[in-house]
């Protein structure tokens, strides 16, 4: 079974940069799929980004397409969302999620999920 430990969230103003990273731990990372949600208070989980088990290929969410990359580096058993130029709206916790099938736009695609960190961007 995967463990995912989210890292790297935090407060910081609009326009900055922020790196999550994703450490899995249990079995081998390149057998899945990996995405990144968030979800802000009173809000349903929102997509952001994706990944092949392979890395070569990734999936976007309008919102953050040409500000967020997604990367995975299957040797350290390790996924990163790096930010770019934060946007209030961007402010949510942040979950790392792992699918045994494919990379998908949809929640419940994934089976393995973290516990999240929390991204706050203040104006």
């Known amino acids: 079974q995967v463990q995912l430990v989210e890292s790297g969230g935090g407060l910081v103003q609009a326009g900055d940069s922020l790196r999550l990273s994703c450490a899995a731990s249990?079995?081998?990372?390149?057998?899945?799929?990996m995405g990144w949600f968030r979800q802000a208070p009173g809000k349903e989980r929102e997509f952001v980004a994706a990944?092949?088990?392979?890395?070569?290929?990734?999936l976007y969410a309008n919102t953050v397409e040409a500000r967020f990359i997604i990367s995975r580096d299957n040797a350290k058993n390790t996924v990163a969302l790096q930010m770019n130029i934060l946007k209030p709206e961007d402010t949510a916790i942040y979950y790392c999620?792992?699918?045994?099938?494919?990379?998908?736009?949809?929640?419940?695609?994934?089976?393995?999920w973290g516990q999240g960190t929390q991204v706050t961007v203040s104006s």
């Open positions: 990944i092949t088990k392979s890395g070569r290929s990734t």
């Open positions: 249990g079995r081998i990372l390149s057998n899945y799929a």
């Open positions: 999620a792992a699918s045994a099938r494919a990379y998908s736009r949809y929640a419940d695609d994934y089976d393995i």
